[in-house]
């Protein structure tokens, strides 16, 4: 019979955040922050930093230098792959997959999206023949040559040349090469981007996805999501299953976080970690109210435009409000709201992150 695991809310929390890296110790460099964390969601957003440099200064504290992400990724030591970036021998594990792409559909959107680009042949091929001859260049450089409009329901309606390369990328034909200065992605040939390495094969490499998620997560619902945080429904759930108290449904627990110490630190992190992203979950075992209000307007925000969770040990424990003023040299704290109240240790703790974070960046703190 499979032993069910019984986790408190506290037992959840402290496998939750030490899976993410973000118990003491710190972890020791920039790539095993990568692959410790299975990939890290890129988003540009800087209101105070983009969020991957966030997410890696959140781990490594003073031992992460601003840019260093890119200087990996420079060297080949990372790659970006559907919006995410990840230590590229991972690409071992997509590999199988891409060569697969469209021939097998697994599901009833894959096969739709598959009949699109072949319906869209022509323009595929005009984009792989510039690119061969004038890489590395961004979508907008691309005429828009598809015979078959996109249909969504969403922002890529007709984004026809967007959606074909984001295909394009899924079969392993193109690869982001760099970023421009706007940030937009630069497309290049995926053979002259990414590495050599071998092949694990497609149902394989799936598990090994999914099993490398749940490490990096620490604790999940059985919905099975991989490295690129892509819903695998057809891959058993990975660990042991567990129960936590207080919570409804059937969970997974990677067996090795299982009564291991723990040691808490203070920081403060990314509205897009992966320790909060998920916000259901967050809500469940951190008990922590929390929405990204950018999109709000601003009389409806509570905590602020792009407010940093406040992480104390294994609970969550407010937010920051601040903004990066590049323009004056500042970080402007607008105001840190305590979901409980700070004792003057937390008080003391969270400004010494804060000022942290401010040098990190090349500012000073205002508060």
């Known amino acids: 019979m499979t032993t069910v695991h019984r986790l408190t809310q506290r037992d959840a929390r402290r496998i939750a955040v030490r899976a993410q890296l973000l118990a003491s110790p710190r972890p020791a460099g920039l790539l095993d922050v990568v692959r410790g964390l299975g990939s890290v969601q890129v988003d540009l957003t800087a209101a105070v930093a983009p969020s991957p440099e966030l997410v890696c200064w959140s781990r490594l504290g003073r031992g992460y230098r601003l840019g260093e992400l890119d200087e990996l990724f420079e060297d ?190 203070t920081t403060v992190l990314s509205p897009l970690d992966r320790l909060v992203f998920d916000r259901k979950r967050m809500h469940e075992i951190f008990e922590f109210d929390y929405q990204l209000e950018m999109y709000k307007p601003k009389a409806k925000r509570r905590w602020g435009y792009y407010a940093l969770p406040i992480l104390h040990g294994d609970r969550l424990v407010g937010k920051v409000d601040a903004a990066a003023d590049r323009d004056r040299g500042r970080l402007v704290v607008h105001a840190i709201h305590e979901d409980e109240t700070f004792s003057v240790s937390l008080r003391a703790a969270i400004n010494r992150e804060i000022d942290s974070l401010a040098a990190f960046l090349g500012l000073r703190a205002e508060r």
């Open 76 to 265: 080949r030591a990372v790659i970006e792959l559907r919006g995410r970036v990840m230590a590229a021998d991972d690409l071992r594990l997509y590999r199988a997959e891409m060569a697969d792409w469209g021939r097998h559909p697994r599901v009833e959107w894959q096969e739709f999206s598959a009949e699109w680009v072949q319906a869209n042949d022509l323009c595929r091929r005009d984009i792989l023949d510039r690119l061969a001859e004038e890489a590395p260049l961004p979508a907008a450089a691309f005429e828009d040559t598809c015979e078959v409009p996109w249909r969504s329901t969403g922002w890529t309606n007709n984004q026809n040349v967007v959606r074909l390369i984001d295909f394009m990328e899924s079969r392993g034909e193109v690869a982001v090469a760099a970023r421009g200065e706007r940030g937009e992605r630069l497309w290049d040939l995926a053979d002259r981007v990414h590495p050599e390495t071998d092949v694990v094969p497609v149902d394989e490499a799936l598990r090994a996805r999914s099993e490398r998620a749940l490490r990096a997560l620490g604790v999940m619902r059985p919905k099975v999501h991989d490295l690129a945080g892509i819903a695998r429904p057809e891959i058993e759930p990975p660990g042991e299953p567990a129960v936590i108290d207080g919570v409804r449904g059937k969970w997974c627990v990677d067996p090795a976080q299982l009564d291991a110490a723990f040691r808490g630190r």
